[in-house]
């Protein structure tokens, strides 16, 4: 099992770049890998929802994942995001057809649509957690799975399911989160999943964070989330003010559609091509978006 100290700090969650005609730009996303391992990211994470591995095929999320530990060759983690489904026969029949061999962890989001009780949540892990050879980590994001993982499950879990090893926290409840970390078992993660919520969520002692805005700005992000684990909240949040006012322009057309303009205008993907039923930014909003990025390369030029 991975130590948990390289899961801790920032993981981006990767896009996945397609051409014009929808089909995968595995050179974009070399470029995008490449780009976020100088930066200095900790780890990454292939296939979440970021990476849009819903509108995949189980062959093309093979493949991705096959390329991406090739380039990655052992240089920093990777953490493997299909495992989300309202059916927990499906997650526990990708256990057995994926090859995983280099996998670091596997990211789990709460099952979505048939709003669980909490202890159908609980067995749905407890079933995923018995099946696994690998490390898994929560996603809970109730604004996705219309179903929120409480604290006191997301707690039993981590004391009842010893292959659960942390948790992507993006309920956005600070009094939630708070409860899990003053409670949660030693050497538990619990890792920011929402952007704008992880200078808080750090200064309350959480972990780290897995990143969409990484993408764009891996040395930017993961300089704020050192500095958030070295307790220098000053400086932390100086550097998260630096992009604070990116965040909403990343996301008022759904992600990974906001970020995917971000990489264009970086010249990282050629495309901001997304699959239905999600579409491109608007143009409009592109404008404002990329407008954003110039000040920031001003600011950062200066």
């Not at 926290?169 to 538990?188: H, M, V, W």
């Not at 964070?209 to 100086?238: G, L, T």
């Amino acid at each position: 099992m991975i130590p948990i100290e390289k899961l801790k700090g920032t993981g981006t969650a990767l896009v996945t770049p397609f051409d014009e005609h929808g089909k995968i730009d595995f050179d974009s996303l070399e470029k995008v890998i490449e780009f976020n391992i100088e930066g200095g990211v900790d780890y990454l994470v292939s296939l979440g929802t970021t990476g849009e591995a819903v509108t995949l095929s189980r062959k093309e999320c093979q493949s991705i994942l096959d390329f991406t530990l090739e380039k990655v060759n052992h240089r920093i983690p990777v953490v493997f995001g299909v495992f989300g489904s309202n059916n927990t026969e499906v997650v526990l029949e990708r256990l057995t057809t994926y090859r995983l061999d280099g996998v670091a962890a596997l990211l789990a989001a709460s099952p979505y649509y048939n709003k669980p009780s909490q202890e159908g949540i609980f067995r749905h892990y407890q079933k995923i957690g018995e099946k696994s050879n690998y490390p898994i980590i929560i996603y809970n994001v109730p604004g996705r799975t219309a179903s929120n993982i409480s604290a006191e499950t997301t707690l039993r879990i981590a004391r009842e399911i010893p292959n659960v090893i942390g948790t992507k926290e993006a309920s956005g409840d600070l009094e939630q989160i708070n409860t899990i970390l003053k409670y949660r078992p030693e050497n538990f993660l619990v890792l920011s999943g929402d952007d704008p919520c992880t200078l808080a969520m750090m200064a309350h002692g959480a972990d780290g964070v897995i990143s969409v805005i990484s993408n764009a700005y891996p040395h930017e992000w993961s300089d704020m989330v050192r500095a958030c684990r070295n307790r220098n909240y000053q400086k932390a949040a100086k550097l998260f003010a630096e992009l604070q006012d990116i965040h909403p322009w990343l996301y008022v057309d759904g992600n990974p559609c906001g970020i995917k303009g971000a990489l264009k205008y970086l010249g990282l993907i050629d495309s901001m091509e997304v699959r239905l039923p999600l579409v491109p930014m608007n143009p409009k909003n592109y404008n404002s978006l990329i407008r954003e990025q110039g000040k920031i390369n001003q600011r950062t030029a200066s």
